[in-house]
Structure formats: C-alpha cells, structure tokens
C-alpha cells in the first residue's frame, strides 16, 4: 500500500505565500518523478511543476518565476513554495507521484487527496 499525504493548503491573500508537502509513505522501493497538477472549478488538471529524481524541474509558464519545487529524496517528500499568489491560483492542488512498490514491479503513478489553495483578491 502506498499513500501520498498532501499538506499546507489553506486561504490566503493575493499576494501571499504558502508552502505544499507531500509525504510519501508505505512500501516504496524508487520514486521517480514527482509532480504538483491542479484543478480550478470547471477547469481540466494541469501540471503545475515537475522534479526528477535527480533534481531536475520544469514549471508551467504561469508559474514560473514564482513558486519552487523541491524534495527530499531520503524522506520520499515533496514540497511546493508559492510565492505572489493570484487569484487564478485558486484550485485544489494534487501530488503525484511515479514509483515502484518493489525493484521487480514495474513504476506506476499515485495520486494524493488534493489540499484546497484560495486566493483572496
């Protein structure tokens, strides 16, 4: 069993700052990407930010500039700081995760719960 428990989501003021965990827990042999998607009320999921394993990162173009992606490889965690957020960034915000359960099981995604972000104008 695997669970991706998001954190940090909450009300805040366009403007403001708040910062996303998401802790991956249960039987876990490799994580490999990570990412952050959202989805706005009548709107599809998008991806938000992506990190490889190794680090590596790419951002939505309405994003860029202002939130980062992080994570920790040892704690199987990742982090989003969001930084001068707008109203549009208003969604419930998603973790997802690509790993393998064992080294002879193939990679799959999980997905967290969401953790609800509004940005008041």
């Known amino acids: 069993q695997v669970q991706l428990v998001e954190s940090g989501g909450g009300l805040v003021q366009a403007g403001g700052s708040l910062r996303l965990s998401c802790a991956a827990s249960g039987t876990i042999f490799r994580v490999n990407a990570m990412a952050w998607y959202r989805q706005a009320p009548g709107k599809q999921r998008e991806l938000v930010a992506k990190i490889t394993s190794g680090g590596s990162t790419n951002y939505a173009d309405s994003v860029k500039g202002r939130f980062t992606i992080s994570r920790d490889n040892a704690k199987n965690t990742m982090y989003l700081q969001m930084n001068s957020l707008k109203p549009d960034d208003t969604a419930v915000y998603y973790c997802?995760?690509?790993?393998?359960?064992?080294?002879?099981?193939?990679?799959?995604?999980?997905w967290g719960q969401g953790t609800q972000v509004t940005v008041s104008s």
């Open positions: 997802n995760a690509n790993l393998h359960r064992a080294e002879y099981m193939p990679a799959r995604d999980y």
